[in-house]
């Protein structure tokens, strides 16, 4: 049985969540948002109420294509996580889905892809950095930084510079994550962005991207630590991800403060893609 949470049920998931960071984190920061922000609607399953073992966030894909609207779940029990993704009707293994999971759960949706006979290749392997003390934060100097922050008329810049940005889902996406949550940039003499950071609709922080002839300023730097400290003002969890592969962008926010658990990993998976 499972049971999809609406109204005071979903401040009390996320209430609950908390006792399971920072493997919940990202799941946490999904719900974080969906109590406080409005924006794209998302269903929230639960294999049991009020107690629980797995927690799906699934966004509504309005249109064909809302292919970055991964679902995001949370998991401390890999019996019922399988019981829960062979039995609920949310996973429509006929449509594409992006999945956001610990590494560990991955090899069960893999699984049960290859058994119902689905496509599936992994996106994304990463880091899960989060900053748990505002006070590890250097201090730096943005003085001689124009900062601001972007809006939707933007989404175009974002999506070019972008990798994954390969389709019309993921112009859909980025102008909700700019219509809806904050973000900053620098700003060049001709006041046109160069360099910018996002959050997602799971609190993380993300897309941080400086164009190529502006690096090496000390951008990057300034828009985490901006960033950084208002989302914590703002009662915001501070994390992000951040793919093995990155070396450089690991580097950067190790120097901020930011610490992982080594022994964890999140993993995006596509399935069915056609």
Same mark, same amino acid.
């Given at each position: #049985?499972?049971?999809?949470?609406? *109204?005071?049920?979903?401040?009390?998931?996320? #209430?609950?969540?908390?006792?399971?960071? %920072?493997?919940?984190?990202?799941?946490?920061?999904?719900?974080?948002? /969906?109590?406080?922000?409005?924006?794209? &609607?998302?269903?929230?399953?639960?294999?049991?109420?009020?107690?629980?073992?797995?927690?799906?966030?699934?966004?509504?894909? +309005?249109?064909?294509?809302?292919?970055?609207?991964?679902?995001? /779940?949370?998991?401390?029990?890999?019996? /019922?996580?399988?019981?829960?993704? !062979?039995?609920? &009707? @949310? @996973?429509?293994?006929?449509?594409?889905?992006?999945?956001?999971?610990? =590494?560990?759960?991955?090899?069960?949706?893999?699984?049960?892809?290859?058994?119902?006979?689905?496509?599936?290749?992994?996106?994304?392997?990463?880091?899960? #950095?989060?900053?748990?003390? /505002? =006070?590890?934060? &250097?201090?730096?100097? =943005?003085?001689? @930084?124009?900062?601001?922050?972007?809006? +939707?008329?933007?989404? *175009?810049?974002?999506?070019?510079?972008?990798?994954?940005?390969?389709?019309?889902?993921?112009?859909?996406?980025?102008? $909700?994550?700019?219509?809806?949550? &904050?973000?900053?940039?620098?700003?060049?003499?001709?006041?046109?962005?160069?360099?910018?950071?996002?959050?997602?609709?799971?609190? =993380?922080?993300?897309?941080?991207?400086?164009?190529?002839?502006? !690096?090496?300023?000390?951008?990057?730097?300034?828009?985490?630590?901006?960033?950084?400290?208002?989302?914590?003002?703002?009662?915001? %969890?501070?994390?992000? @991800?951040?793919? +093995?592969? $990155?070396?450089?962008?690991?580097?950067?926010?190790?120097?901020?403060?930011?610490?992982?658990?080594?022994?964890?990993?999140?993993?995006?998976?596509?399935?069915?893609?056609?």
């Amino acid at each position: #049985m499972t049971v999809e949470l609406t *109204g005071d049920q979903l401040k009390m998931a996320e #209430m609950q969540l908390k006792r399971y960071l %920072p493997r919940s984190q990202q799941v946490y920061g999904y719900l974080v948002h /969906i109590n406080r922000v409005s924006s794209d &609607p998302v269903r929230v399953l639960v294999d049991r109420w009020p107690e629980f073992s797995v927690v799906v966030c699934k966004p509504q894909c +309005e249109q064909r294509g809302d292919i970055f609207k991964d679902i995001l /779940i949370f998991a401390n029990d890999e019996a /019922i996580l399988e019981e829960t993704i !062979r039995k609920s &009707p @949310f @996973f429509d293994w006929t449509q594409y889905m992006c999945v956001g999971i610990n =590494s560990r759960h991955m090899e069960i949706f893999t699984a049960l892809a290859s058994e119902k006979h689905v496509s599936y290749h992994r996106l994304a392997v990463c880091h899960k #950095m989060i900053l748990e003390d /505002i =006070s590890n934060l &250097p201090s730096i100097d =943005s003085s001689g @930084f124009s900062l601001s922050s972007l809006d +939707e008329s933007h989404t *175009g810049l974002v999506c070019q510079m972008w990798k994954f940005a390969k389709n019309d889902g993921a112009v859909r996406m980025i102008r $909700n994550m700019l219509a809806n949550f &904050p973000s900053y940039c620098v700003l060049d003499t001709e006041g046109k962005p160069v360099s910018w950071i996002l959050i997602y609709a799971s609190c =993380s922080m993300g897309m941080l991207y400086t164009l190529p002839e502006h !690096r090496g300023k000390g951008y990057a730097k300034v828009l985490v630590s901006t960033m950084a400290k208002k989302r914590h003002a703002d009662g915001y %969890p501070v994390f992000c @991800f951040i793919e +093995e592969e $990155n070396k450089v962008s690991y580097r950067l926010f190790k120097s901020l403060g930011f610490t992982e658990d080594p022994s964890y990993r999140e993993a995006w998976c596509g399935f069915n893609d056609f």
